[in-house]
T-cell receptor
Framework: KQEVTQIPAALSVPEGENLVLNCSFT??????LQWFRQDPGKGLTSLLL?????REQTSGRLNASLDKSSGRSTLYIAASQPGDSATYLC??????????FGTGTRLQVFP | DAGVIQSPRHEVTEMGQEVTLRCKPI?????LFWYRQTMMRGLELLIY????????DSGMPEDRFSAKMPNASFSTLKIQPSEPRDSAVYFC??????????????FGNGTRLTVT
């Protein structure tokens, strides 16, 4: 059974820092991996989608990498801003055609 | 693009009552998903539709839960009878993709359900 783990569960950093969020999954046979952002009281917003054949995707200050063989993905946020404060979730689609979510990393960026 | 629209935003009901949650997906999207989010279990897929047809309902907790998609622009999730353990935030999401998730999911803002 696929399990997705995110570390750390919570992170608090000063504005301007570069930071890395981690996601690991137990079954490397995945079709893709997505990173989402969730603001309090809101739904999830898709940030980046990495196909299984890709190794990374970039969008603005965000860069996500994927290492299928080791079952890991990282989300790199450059020059963090208070507006980046949110919960970040990763999710993998495996061969059961389901999107399995991690429990998220709650990020706070303070001025 | 108005995004995925869910109603109501909040629902408080007594145990045993029927609850109906509604969702309007993004126009043109052919896949629709219902998720439930709780602190204990995180996000769980309940059911998903492709071209209005239920593809996988294995995540539906029990017979008290049912979902319909009568047309491409509307879906409902019904709980009858509701129980306190059903309290959660229920999200609807849609995408352009088929059964695969190769297209990004677009989520609504959710319905917060409280069953007393």
């Amino acid at each position: 059974k696929q399990e997705v783990t995110q570390i750390p569960a919570a992170l608090s950093v000063p504005e301007g820092e570069n930071l890395v969020l981690n996601c690991s999954f137990t079954d490397s046979a995945i079709y893709n991996l997505q990173w989402f952002r969730q603001d309090p009281g809101k739904g999830l917003t898709s940030l980046l989608l990495i196909q299984s054949s890709q190794r990374e995707q970039t969008s603005g200050r965000l860069n996500a990498s994927l290492d299928k063989s080791s079952g890991r993905s990282t989300l790199y946020i450059a020059a963090s801003q208070p507006g980046d404060s949110a919960t970040y979730l990763c999710a993998v689609e495996d061969n059961t055609d389901k999107l399995i979510f991690g429990t998220g990393t709650r990020l706070q960026v303070f001025p | 693009d108005a995004g995925v629209i869910q109603s109501p935003r909040h629902e408080v009901t007594e145990m045993g009552q029927e609850v109906t949650l509604r969702c309007k997906p993004i126009s043109g999207h052919n896949s629709l998903f219902w998720y439930r989010q709780t602190m204990m279990r995180g996000l769980e897929l309940l059911i998903y539709f492709n071209n209005n047809v239920p593809i996988d309902d294995s995540g539906m907790p029990e017979d008290r839960f049912s979902a319909k998609m009568p047309n491409a622009s509307f879906s409902t999730l019904k709980i009858q009878p509701s129980e306190p353990r059903d309290s959660a935030v229920y999200f609807c999401a849609s995408s352009l993709g088929g059964a695969s998730y190769n297209s990004p999911l677009h989520f609504g803002n959710g319905t917060r359900l409280t069953v007393t």
